[in-house]
């Protein structure tokens, strides 16, 4: 299975949510959050939103002109925003951002990722991990055999699993018997087959 492309500049970021559309008229946007700790979107917290490139359309499709408002070019740095008022639609946040005030304004955020930068992510208990901490680590056997790299963390209904090589190990102390994050490194043991 071929990985998602990941731009550069989100790799040094971590997304805690993207901007879906501009809810009602005075700047408000609708959000989709993308972190477990959804208690970081208070009134007053700092993030940074930024537009990701916009996919190259396919060759025999031919451009249209746009029937959109100008947007801010979508290879800007992130930039700088305070949330001013939020509250819960659902299992969406309806946020307004300061400086954002028009539809218009709001309009320019559609497809925007709110980011942190990774010094901000919230701490985390014993043997719980970021996955974006697993990712790329080293894994190795008790004995010390190269099992591969971790390509991938897949969600489970009781707990969640890693592909390594060409391993799935499910991420239970009983297979996972190391995390090095600094070093990233791992140890496991492999399932019996």
């Known amino acids: 299975m071929a990985m998602p492309y990941v731009p550069k500049i989100a790799q040094r970021w971590v997304t805690v949510g993207v901007v879906l559309r501009p809810f009602g008229l005075h700047g408000e946007v609708r959000v989709r959050p ?12 700092r993030l940074f939103w930024w537009l990701p490139p916009k996919p190259e359309p396919p060759e025999e499709e031919p451009l249209a002109p746009s029937k959109h408002r100008k947007r801010p070019p979508r290879t800007m740095q992130p ?3 305070v949330i001013e008022s939020v ?25 925007a990722w709110l980011l942190i930068p990774p010094e901000e ?12 901490d697993l990712i790329g ?4 056997t ?6 591969g790299k971790l390509k ?6 009781a707990y969640d699993y890693y592909e390594i090589g060409k391993y799935t190990i499910p ?3 009983e297979y996972i018997l190391e995390v090095d994050v600094p070093r990233k490194r791992m140890v496991v043991r492999l399932p019996e087959i």
């Open 34 to 45: 993308e972190t477990d700790f959804p208690e970081r979107f208070v009134p007053g917290a």
């Open 142 to 147: 008790e004995t010390g055999e190269r099992v």
């Open 121 to 132: 992510r919230m701490p985390l208990g014993e043997d719980e991990y970021y996955i974006d």
């Open 137 to 140: 680590m080293e894994v190795f």
């Open 79 to 81: 930039q700088p925003c």
């Open 171 to 173: 991420a239970v102390g």
């Open 152 to 157: 991938r963390v897949i969600p489970g209904g």
């Open 87 to 111: 509250r819960w639609q659902g299992d969406r946040l309806i946020i307004k951002l300061e400086g954002f005030d028009t539809i218009a304004h709001a309009e320019n955020l559609r497809g």
